[in-house]
């Protein structure tokens, strides 16, 4: 069983910056691939970005140069450093973790509310 737990979101005027970090716990192990996606208000799952076990990256072309992901594979961590948030950033952000024969594996969502 596999346990993400989420951390980091909360409110911040348009322009700020916040950082998300979610920690993996359990048969954490062989992880391929972990990421963020977000569920803005009434609209559908997106992913936001993820990084590959060697590093490799995706974003969102919406968030592409304003937010950074970064991995720890030994300590089975994910962080998301968002800058210069907009209100339609405004969602609930998920911690996502897949093995290569497993998974995926979600966390229980944070808060980020951007104000314009």
């Known amino acids: 069983q596999v346990q993400l737990v989420e951390s980091g979101g909360g409110l911040v005027q348009a322009g700020g910056s916040l950082r998300l970090s979610c920690a993996g716990s359990?048969?954490?192990?062989?992880?391929?691939?972990m990421g963020w996606y977000r569920r803005p208000p009434g609209k559908q799952r997106e992913l936001v970005a993820s990084?590959?076990?060697?590093?490799?990256?995706n974003y969102a072309d919406s968030v592409k140069g304003r937010f950074t992901i970064s991995g720890d594979n030994a300590k089975n961590t994910v962080d998301l450093q968002m800058n210069n948030l907009k209100p339609e950033d405004t969602a609930v952000y998920y911690c996502?973790?897949?093995?290569?024969?497993?998974?995926?594996?979600w966390g229980q969502g944070t808060q980020v509310t951007v104000s314009s």
């Open positions: 996502n973790m897949a093995k290569a024969y497993g998974g995926p594996y």
């Open positions: 359990g048969s954490i192990f062989n992880i391929a691939v």
């Open positions: 990084i590959t076990r060697g590093g490799s990256t």
